[in-house]
Nanobody, 115 residues
Framework: QVQLVESGGGSVQPGESLRLSCTAS????????VGWYRQAPGKQREMVAT???????DYTDSVKGRFTISRDNAKNTVYLQMNNLKPGDTGLYYC?????????WGQGTQVTVSS
């Protein structure tokens, strides 16, 4: 089981930005597919952004053009840059890493967007 430590959440106003970070406790990080998911109150967890081990990114439609996922394999870290945040982006954001049939989840970091 890979340990994941997330940071960077907070409370912001609409239009502002945040950057989430997730650092993994594995030297094989570069082999993992990584991703960010979120769960709003009363809703199911949904995929926000994913990135394969070779750097191919995918986003849910509602964040395209505003969010950017990236990774730094030297630091075992995946990032989520979130710009022009909207109230609908509010939720608990989870980091996820997958290798083969095994995946691990972080503890979640809260993002609240409100005026």
């Amino acid at each position: 089981q890979v340990q994941l430590v997330e940071s960077g959440g907070g409370s912001v106003q609409p239009g502002e930005s945040l950057r989430l970070s997730c650092t993994a406790s594995t030297i094989l990080f570069k082999l993992y597919n990584v991703g960010w998911y979120r769960q709003a109150p009363g809703k199911q967890r949904e995929m926000v952004a994913t990135m394969t081990e070779v750097g191919r990114a995918d986003y849910t439609d509602s964040v395209k053009g505003r969010f950017t996922i990236s990774r730094d394999n030297a630091k075992n870290t995946v990032y989520l840059q979130m710009n022009n945040l909207k109230p609908g982006d509010t939720g608990l954001y989870y980091c996820n890493v997958v290798l083969g049939g095994t995946d691990s989840w972080g503890q979640g970091t809260q993002v609240t967007v409100s005026s």
